[in-house]
């Protein structure tokens, strides 16, 4: 089994891009990410890679994904096993019904201790948020990843391991419906139209728990540019 801390500070002080779900997504040209290093969640990958369907993707220099539910894990593992290697999955202590399991897979994805917290094992705290920021810049490598509601926010952790200094978040502005453009899937799995205005809350205590140690989170918006959060 491998670890993300295997990888940590491999992009040591270049900017790292977090990628949401959201529709705001649907705004970028698909030479937007071509010269970053971009870290997806859940399918977001679905619009960065190439399956002979046809349509025009995103491109990056380096791309990573982040996932928590096994349904996507499952899918990669089956279409794709080749990019298991650029995955995160996070790794609960004990199997937990309907999560990805180390066991489950072969030995290329990186794995992320997920630390239970509150409700449904996904409410992080503010305080929960500073001792994981804590933790990871510390260089130990037992530390546990947290989250209020949403992956974007172990995302961000792992942006921190890999090295950012500064992390720019797109496509997570807390808007209703999801990206359907570049071939994402989103539009044939999740019609949905979720809001969770609590996610940005969270992603603000993230960025101000790491803060004291030279990260800069920032959000960024195809029509304004940077934006603080």
């Known amino acids: 089994m491998r670890f993300i801390e295997d990888l940590r500070d491999i992009h040591t002080g270049e ?9 705001s997504m649907d705004e970028y040209p698909t030479d937007f990410f071509e010269d970053k290093i971009c870290i997806g969640v859940n399918w977001v990958f679905s619009a960065f890679m190439d399956m002979g369907e046809g349509v025009e993707k995103f491109s990056s220099r380096a791309f990573y994904s982040v996932h928590e539910h096994r349904s996507v894990p499952d899918w990669i593992a089956k279409h794709n096993p080749k990019f298991l290697k650029q995955c995160f999955f996070l790794l609960p202590p004990s199997r937990r019904p309907g999560m990805a399991w180390w ?18 094992a996904v409410s992080a705290t503010d305080q929960d948020f500073m001792d ?3 933790c990871l810049v510390s260089d130990r490598i037992d530390c546990e990843y947290v989250c209020r509601g949403t992956t974007l926010h172990w995302a961000i952790q792992a942006a921190v391991v890999l090295g950012a200094t ?17 071939g994402s899937y989103y539009r044939q799995i999740a019609p949905h139209k979720y809001e969770h205005p609590h996610w ?23 029509d304004s540019g940077e934006q603080q959060l």
């Open 15 to 23: 900017d790292i891009w977090v990628l949401g779900a959201g529709p």
């Open 103 to 120: 066991r489950d897979y072969n030995p290329d994805p990186y794995y992320m201790r997920w630390g239970l917290r509150g409700k449904a």
């Open 132 to 134: 994981t920021a804590k």
């Open 166 to 182: 500064k992390i720019y978040i797109a496509g997570a502005l807390g808007l209703k419906g999801y990206m359907l453009s570049h």
């Open 200 to 222: 940005r809350e969270g992603t603000k205590s993230l960025a101000r728990a790491f803060k004291p140690y030279g990260v800069k989170i920032v959000e960024y918006r195809y």
